[in-house]
């Protein structure tokens, strides 16, 4: 006789991973980022903040540097939706708006730097942090360089990561290395010069 879905039992020694204590594990990671930096971070440190136990998160996770990667990841993605404004300057403009709300948060401006400093000095991290952010803003500048082309705005040549570069590079310098205000009006300016920059890029 089959046993109804409401009757069946999980099986023992099966993982039921709480999505709750998950969120609360990805929120202590960025916290103890901000407080202690990565080299500092352990797990015991980021279980307590989260009020789990270090099982917990071992279940989740082998060890700080796939959480932190993990959890970095999914932040990016969420955080830079893929703009449709029906315009490449309109996409570039709404990108940058989100770039440097992002940059200019208080815990992402004592995180970001902590992260790349750390990748300076070990491989590791570096090419797993350039995987993890990378391969996320790529694919952003790709459909923004590929509405543009639908639009007729952009040739089908145009290089994506060109775009990449120029979207991120100028405010990353001015809020995480400089730690400038970027007020509505620069953002207006900077985006313009985006767009005239590829465009150049198209004539060339």
């Known amino acids: 006789m089959s046993q109804s879905p409401s ?3 999980t099986p023992a020694g099966a993982a039921v991973l709480r999505e709750d204590v998950t969120a609360a594990i990805r929120t202590a ?8 930096g990565y080299a500092r971070m352990t797990i015991e440190g980021i279980a307590r903040r989260a009020g789990v136990g270090k099982a ?3 279940r989740r996770w082998r060890s700080k540097l796939p959480l932190v990667l993990d959890v970095v990841s999914e932040v990016a993605v969420q955080g830079m939706p893929v703009p449709a404004t ?7 403009r709404a990108l940058l708006e989100v770039t440097a709300r992002a940059l200019g948060h208080p815990m992402a401006s004592q995180i970001v730097p902590d992260l ?10 570096a090419q797993a942090l350039r995987a993890a952010l990378r391969g996320v803003q790529q694919g952003i500048a790709q459909a923004v360089v590929g509405s543009a082309v639908e639009r007729g705005e952009l040739p089908a040549d145009i290089d994506p990561d060109l775009a990449l ?4 590079g100028p405010l990353y310098w001015r809020l995480a290395v400089f730690r400038s205000p970027a007020p509505a009006a620069d953002l207006d300016a900077l985006a ?3 767009v005239a920059a590829l465009t150049a890029a198209r004539r060339a």
Do not use: C, K, M, Q
């Open 7 to 9: 009757s069946r039992r």
């Open 29 to 36: 990671v960025f916290e103890e980022l901000a407080a202690v």
């Open 56 to 58: 917990a998160v071992y």
């Open 86 to 92: 029906g315009s490449l300057l309109g996409d570039v």
């Open 116 to 125: 790349l400093a750390e990748a300076a000095r070990n491989p590791e991290i």
């Open 165 to 168: 570069d120029l979207l991120a």
């Open 192 to 194: 313009a010069a985006t």
